[in-house]
């Protein structure tokens, strides 16, 4: 069973910087793909960034350039450093992992389907103040 607990939310001013940590079961990133999403009151999770077992990465346009998505195997921990924050970033964020099918569409149209992902975390609110 892969359990997966987020950490490292917080609140942060327009332009600052954090950084989320998502603690895994043991050998979950030898196994499942890796993607953090978000979601935002009256709006649907959406995906933004995943990484694979190879350290193939992926980003959403909104967060491309600013978000980088990393995972240590030692550690068996993911994370996702957030810079140059903006208001339209707050949402709760979740770590999520899945198979194969959900990597392939990541990684060939930039489509991170939450319904493919069995896996999730209770998620950690962000929230950027302008």
């Known amino acids: 069973q892969v359990q997966l607990v987020e950490s490292g939310g917080g609140s942060v001013q327009a332009g600052g910087s954090l950084t989320l940590s998502c603690a895994a079961s043991a050998h979950t990133f030898s196994k499942y793909y890796m993607v953090w999403f978000r979601q935002a009151p009256g709006k649907e999770r959406e995906g933004v960034a995943g990484v694979d077992i190879d350290g193939v990465t992926t980003y959403a346009d909104s967060v491309k350039g600013r978000f980088t998505i990393s995972q240590d195997n030692a550690k068996n921990t993911l994370y996702l450093q957030m810079n140059s924050l903006k208001p339209e970033d707050t949402a709760m964020y979740y770590c999520?992992?899945?198979?194969?099918?959900?990597?392939?569409?990541?990684?060939?149209?930039?489509?991170?389907?939450?319904?493919?992902?069995?896996?999730w975390g209770p998620g950690t609110q962000v929230t950027v103040s302008s």
């Open positions: 999520a992992a899945a198979g194969t099918t959900a990597r392939m569409y990541a990684q060939n149209y930039r489509d991170f389907r939450a319904a493919l992902f069995p896996y």
